[in-house]
């Protein structure tokens, strides 16, 4: 239990104790986008909204780049990262083309094509 | 004597909210999923349970990193829903059954499992949306919310959630009120929303779960977490409150229906209802 680590399952991070340490500014931001008004605070200047919740370089560049991958290797949990593409208005599907490098066509017809079970 | 009259188990996709709000039941892409419904529906309503206990995680509505209990139980007249940050409509207030939330907590610390109490405590969609469709009227009865912990690892293993399971349907049997109780898991199956995996589904391994929940949930305690990762996806690892509920079952497990879909947004959606048959009350012919 206690050897779990990003590469063990492949394209998969495990959110751990060093993950959550290692997120925990983004995340707590994240989480702070429950409330309405900090959206449209993020929204009206998110450098500084950013700033505010002490996120790293790491992280501010990967929220400034709305690179889902690189949020995650900042210690982003996708269940706050959510509330985030809540508001750059990106869907689970978006997410999950950006992530696997396909169109949101392809990532939707990928997993439409599991149905076809054994 | 409470008696519990069985399990059921649903897939509590964001998105199913969202149509439920939007009326698209009958929409091709939808109507797979929500036609399921009518035989849970159905024994619902000849069971008619007085309380439910629902088993789910909560998504970083009512908890956050800051404080992440592995068991928290409601303990509350009522349940507020609030903005979760993406837009699902806010519902109104789930009644609390305040004595049942205490008589199951008493009876799980004296059985060594050390729960958070709440008696404030905000339910996401992963408990509003199953009441939703198990209740399409808007009346579910009081519930007792159990939040398990499935988003920060170490999370509590498959024979954790089994023995609470245990241990919850011991409480509900105990509890000295002539009412019928219910037990509702939600979350799973199989699903990744992240990382180049994202999009993982693995039909074969739900398929598995389905047959073992009803026969023989302690079949599924012999995978470790990660083996619950690497089979079902990050948030597939929901199936731990499947398993619980499963465990709750203090007699024989009957199904009485089951309904699966792929995909619900991203994710291997189920349904599965079935029956506790005890010797005390044998089943209704």
Redesign the interface.
């Known amino acids: 239990m206690g050897s779990a680590t990003s590469n063990d399952i492949p394209g998969t991070t495990m959110f751990d104790g060093a993950e959550a340490q290692k997120g925990y500014a983004l995340n707590r931001m994240c989480f702070s986008f429950n409330d309405a008004a900090n959206r449209t605070a993020f929204l009206a200047d998110e450098d500084a909204y950013c700033a505010r919740y002490g996120l790293s370089r790491e992280q501010h560049e990967a929220v400034r780049g709305r690179n889902v991958l690189k949020l995650i290797a900042a210690g982003g949990n996708i269940y706050y990262l959510a509330k985030l593409a809540g508001i750059l208005g990106l869907s689970v599907q978006d997410l999950g083309a950006q992530q696997t490098g396909m169109s949101v066509d392809a990532f939707k017809a990928m997993l439409l094509s599991q149905a076809r079970g054994a | 004597m409470a008696k519990l009259v069985g399990g059921l188990a649903v897939s509590h996709v964001p998105?199913i909210g969202r149509a439920i709000a939007d009326h698209k039941q009958q929409d091709p892409y939808w109507k797979p999923f929500f036609d399921g419904f009518g035989p849970a529906r159905e024994w619902l309503a000849k069971v008619k349970p007085d309380a439910v206990v629902v088993l789910y995680n909560d998504?970083?509505?009512n908890f956050?990193?800051?404080k992440m209990p592995t068991f928290a139980i409601g303990a509350a007249p009522e349940y507020a829903n609030?903005?979760?940050?993406?837009?699902l409509p806010v519902l109104h207030p789930f009644k609390g059954d305040p004595a049942l939330s205490w008589h199951i907590i008493n009876s799980l610390v004296a059985d060594e499992f050390d729960v958070t109490t709440c008696q404030e405590m905000l339910v996401d969609h992963a408990f509003c949306i199953p009441m939703e469709l198990f209740w399409p009227d808007g009346f579910p009865p009081p519930a007792v919310p159990v939040a398990v912990n499935t988003?920060?690892?170490?999370l509590p293993s498959a024979l954790r959630c089994y023995k609470l399971g245990k241990a919850i349907g011991r409480a509900i049997e105990s509890w000295p009120e002539d009412k019928r109780v219910a037990v509702i898991a939600t979350g799973g199956l199989s699903h990744?929303?992240?990382?180049?995996?994202?999009?993982f589904?693995n039909?074969?391994f739900d398929?598995l779960c389905l047959d073992k929940l009803v026969n023989d949930p302690k079949a599924l305690t012999g995978y470790?977490?990660?083996e619950l990762?690497?089979l079902s996806g990050?948030?597939g690892v929901e199936v731990l409150m499947w398993i619980a509920m499963a465990a709750a079952m203090t007699g024989r497990s009957k199904e009485i229906s089951r309904n699966y879909?792929?995909?619900i947004?991203?994710t291997?959606s189920a349904l599965l209802v079935m029956e506790n048959q005890t010797a005390r009350e044998p089943a209704m012919a």
Do not use: C, Y
Not at chain 2, 82 to 87: F, I, N, R, T, V
Not at chain 2, 151 to 154: A, G, Y
Not at chain 2, 192 to 199: H, K, P, S, V
């Open positions: 998105a998504h970083g509505l956050f990193l800051d609030a903005d979760e940050g993406w837009g988003v920060q690892h170490p990744q929303l992240d990382g180049e995996r994202a999009g589904i039909r074969e398929m470790s977490t990660k990762v690497a990050s948030q879909h792929i995909p947004s991203n291997a």
